[in-house]
């Protein structure tokens, strides 16, 4: 290989992430954000690079550059193809965000194209013929489905078009580290195993005309009248607070406008329960990591079917957005060991885990096979 072909398969070491983002719900490019995080460690060299909404409100990473767009992917066709010609990435991986020109343009690059579904109708798009002839791999999220299968569908198009992989996995979310954690924990004078942790998500979302982590805090204050424990509330990075200004924290109530997303897992594996929002990236967090959680539907059209599947698998429990009903559960959830032990093992039964590890370092072998 002489210097020119040296340099370039060194610039060819680039992953682009391309998720859907906008000013309300940011599963997506949190998921995208863990993949990137992951990457780096299964291979130290790769550089990746994130394009996203510019009022998304969402947690940048000073090590992984993050090229701002005026709306979601999807709607922004020629700039991800400007970002693809100017990066000439190895490998570009659109996450339920992005259009057949786009998966073309990365494919004409040069590069490996992958396209993750993570809810039904995202599914269907990449077993469409002409986008499975574009792809080279498909990762379909599959949460607690122990034995994930292609439908029949599903299974007469991989034969017409053998050569897109299809993996199925869990949920994707960092790994929690609780030492990141413990100087959080010290400056609430909270103790792990000893508070309650509410987090609505990041959608920015309201209910019955109220922003819904003001609905949160309310409940949180009724919790800690119920069963003693203090509650740490979550607001989320697009919390867009009402007309009367931020909530005041109730006694026993500790508020934070938002946390990264590796010290937010940290935080939860730390509770004694947790009542967050039904997302994605939350339900990796949380009732994946084996934490006693209540869901509620916080926004986004994906999160009542997820609640039910989760709920009728015996992983968590729910309630509706009605203060009293959280703290009741919440309550009872976090006076009950047996009852969250249940939980947790529900949730691994059923093949619930954080699978960003293997779903990363199978992104490094494609890049790298390249």
């Known amino acids: 290989m002489d210097a020119a072909d040296a340099l370039g398969a060194q610039m060819r070491e680039l992953m682009l992430f391309v998720p859907a983002s906008g000013p309300t719900g940011s599963g997506e490019y949190y998921r995208c954000l863990a993949l990137a995080r992951a ?20 947690e940048l990473d000073a090590e992984l550059p993050c090229h701002l767009l005026e709306d979601t992917p999807t709607r922004q066709t020629s700039r991800v193809l400007d970002w693809i010609e100017r990066l000439q990435p190895g490998l570009v991986l659109f996450d339920s965000a992005g259009r057949l020109g786009q998966l073309r343009a990365a494919r004409a690059s040069g590069a490996a194209t992958v396209w993750l579904s993570d809810r039904p109708g995202k599914r269907r798009k990449g077993f469409r013929w002409r986008a499975m002839r574009q792809l080279d791999l498909h990762l ?14 599903e299974r007469w198009m991989r034969r017409l078009c053998p050569t897109m992989a299809v993996e199925f996995f869990s949920t994707i979310a960092p790994g929690a580290d609780v030492r990141l954690a413990q100087p959080l924990l010290r400056s609430l004078n909270v103790v792990a195993d000893a508070f309650l942790l509410f987090v609505a998500g990041g959608g920015g979302y309201r209910h019955a005309g109220r922003p819904i982590p003001e609905l949160l805090v309310e409940a949180a204050g009724l919790a800690h009248l119920q069963c ?3 509650v740490v509330v979550v607001l989320g990075p697009q919390y867009r607070p009402g007309a009367a200004g931020p909530p005041t924290a109730p006694a026993g109530v500790h508020l934070l406008d938002a946390l990264p997303t590796a010290q937010l897992g940290a935080l939860l594996s730390c509770a004694r329960a947790a009542l967050t929002g039904a997302g994605s990236m ?7 990591a ?16 997820r609640i039910r599947e989760l709920v009728d698998a015996g992983a968590a429990l729910t309630a509706p957005l009605e203060p009293p009903v959280i703290a009741e559960v919440v309550s009872r959830l ?20 954080n699978d960003v590890e293997r779903v990363a370092g199978r992104l490094a072998r494609l890049l790298a096979a390249r």
């Open 228 to 230: 003693g424990l203090p």
């Open 334 to 353: 976090a006076a009950e060991p047996a009852l969250g032990a249940g939980l947790a093992e529900a949730a691994a039964a059923v093949g619930l885990r």
């Open 39 to 58: 990457v780096r460690g299964h291979m130290p060299g790769c550089e990746c690079h994130l394009l996203v909404h510019r009022q998304a409100g969402v």
């Open 282 to 288: 939350m339900v990796a967090q949380g009732v994946a």
């Open 140 to 153: 379909v999220a599959a949460p607690g489905e122990r034995h994930p299968a292609l439908s029949t569908r």
């Open 290 to 305: 084996g934490v006693p959680t209540v869901l509620v539907a916080a926004g986004g059209t994906d999160q009542p079917a």
